[in-house]
Every structure is written in C-alpha cells, then in structure tokens.
C-alpha cells in the first residue's frame, strides 16, 4: 500500500468536499432538478429490453452480496492461496472500509431515493446519497492499482478500472435508484476513506502484524522480509515501511515507519 503524504487532512478535505456536495444535492433546488433532468433523460434514451437486462446485471455484480463473496474470494485467495498475508490484509482494508465509508455519508446526508416509479427495482431501504455500488467499485479499483502499481500492466488496470466505475455509475442512473451526484459523490467518499486507511496502515497497522499470531502461518515473515529488501533495493516512491517479526523484536516497527516516512518526504 502506498504512503499518502498529508494523509489526514486530504482525507478530511474530501470527505467534507463530498458531504458538502450531498447536502446541497439533498436539501436544496440547486442541484435536485438538474440531477432528476438528466436521470430522466439517460432513461428515456437508452432504455430497451435488452440493455435492461445488461444493467440490471452490472449493479448485480457490485451489489452488497456480490461486493462481499468478491472481497472474501479475492483476500482468500492472497492469504491461503498466494500466501501473502499483509497484500491480503491490506487490500481487505482498502475494499472494506472504502466500500462502507458510504454509510456514514448516507447518514449525515439522508437524500431520498429518486422517484419509485422510474426504478425498474425499486430499491429500499438505504438513502440515496452516496452509490454503494459505486463506491464499491471505486474500492476494488484502487485496490487493484495499489496491487499493480508497479507492474507494467498498471496502466491497463487503470483504464479498465475507470471504465468499470462508469459503467456501474451509468448502471445506477439506468436502473433508476440513484442521482449523478450520488455517483460522483461516491467516488470521493471512497478516495477519502482509502487516503485515510493508507495512513493509518503505515503509521499504526503495518507495524502491528506481526502480533496476529494466525498471520505467520502464511508467510508474514516472508513478505515483510520481502518488502523490506524491496525498501533497500531502491525502489523510491514506493517504499513502505515494514515491521520487525516477533523473532526480530518488535522495536523495529516504529524505526521502519520513520524510515517511510523520511522517504516519502523526499
């Protein structure tokens, strides 16, 4: 996982960048005819049988049920498969928490689902603003970068990866249970909650593994020792901070960090 110099105040910076968005979005005539315009106008437009079907079948694949078997399967899969504990745990956390950072946004905005009657499945329960589906996206998005951010298929990763987010964007304006702006929206929440999660990785997480006794079955010491020789190898920009195992004491943790921490300032 990448450090994000001043990771607390962009993450505080964007989060309240979309909060604000929401509100005026929820609570006045600024933006609400113009998001309800053109939910319209992309239904009205593009809505046959066929593409019904198809975008019906896109907000499936991000939908709560689906988002939680892809995040189980995919962390599994880095764990028991590849054996790379601390890829695992951190792209976990980057999914997770970008993915349900949307449920405080939901709360504090508390927008209303657009009308039920251009839903081809009315959707209950949840308020409108922002797209869990999306945000989902956007999660598993840069997830996947952060995976391959130094693979020469990065940039392929990146251009399937914003493509992906529209369509699932496009998919919830289709179907009818979201606003423009609820899309956009989501899209900051989850960037806000992932620069915040990158930080608190390094600063306190990425430290602590090694005290998760379970992670050592599956090859903790391994990578870290291995992230720790990429750190000396002179990968700059990249370099991450790794913990010391339990065999090597746990003082080195916080040494790493700074070592980070005075590399990233560069």
Partial sequence: M???????????????????????????????????????????TFRTEWLNTVMEGVSAL?????????????????????????????????????????????AIVARARPP????????????SFPSGHTAFTVAVVIAACFLLRESRHRRTVAVLGVFAVLLVAFSRMYVGAHYPTDTFGSVLIASSAIVFVTGVWHAWLLPRLYRIPLLERFGLDQELAELEAAEHGGHHGHTRPVPQSRRRGGGGGAAAGGRHRRHAGR
Avoid at 13 to 29: C, K, P, Q, S, Y
Avoid at 62 to 80: D, E, H, N, Q, T
Avoid at 116 to 127: A, C, K, T, V, Y
């Fill in 2 to 44: 990448p450090y994000v110099r001043h990771w607390l105040r962009n993450s505080v910076l964007l989060f309240a960048a979309a909060i604000v968005l929401g509100l005026v979005a929820a609570h006045t005539d600024l933006i609400q005819p113009h998001d309800l315009q053109l939910d319209r106008t992309i239904q009205t």
């Fill in 62 to 106: 991000a939908s709560p049920i689906a988002g939680v078997l892809i995040l189980a399967a995919w962390s599994g899969w880095l764990l028991f498969v590849r054996r790379r504990p601390v890829t695992a745990v951190a792209t976990f956390l980057v999914v997770a928490v970008g993915w349900n950072s949307t449920q405080l946004a939901k």
């Fill in 116 to 127: 039920r009657q251009f839903m081809l499945d009315p959707e209950i329960g949840s308020n």
